[in-house]
């Protein structure tokens, strides 16, 4: 299944560019980077501008990000990430299974 807005938080969103629209913590706001791992609670990315790797908190965020394979770009909430990483496909799995 391939990435696109209606199905991204279903997906692995490690390696995605990422950038932070909104977030609670103010001097967050505008960061752009990688995405290099991911928690329950956080994101991990590789800050285009700091040049080192930095914990955002999901809860509280706002994030644009850009899928390479099309180049289409995405606002996601960071509580619809929330969780471990691993639960978005049983998600997917449930709602499918339910049709």
């Known amino acids: 299944m391939l990435r696109t807005g209606d199905n991204i938080i279903y ?9 932070i629209l909104s977030h609670v913590d103010p001097t967050l ?7 290099v791992d991911e ?6 990315m590789l800050s285009d501008k700091r040049k080192r790797v930095i914990r955002v908190s999901k ?7 850009t899928i390479p ?10 509580m619809q990430i929330f969780g471990r990483p691993e639960d978005r496909l049983k998600r997917i799995k449930s709602v499918s299974i339910r049709r």
């Open 11 to 19: 997906h692995e969103i490690i390696g995605l560019k990422v950038k």
């Open 29 to 35: 706001i505008n960061t752009t980077g990688i995405v």
């Open 39 to 44: 928690t329950m609670n956080t994101l991990q």
């Open 59 to 65: 809860r509280g965020g706002i994030f644009l990000f």
């Open 69 to 78: 394979e099309t180049g289409e770009e995405i606002v996601v909430d960071g």
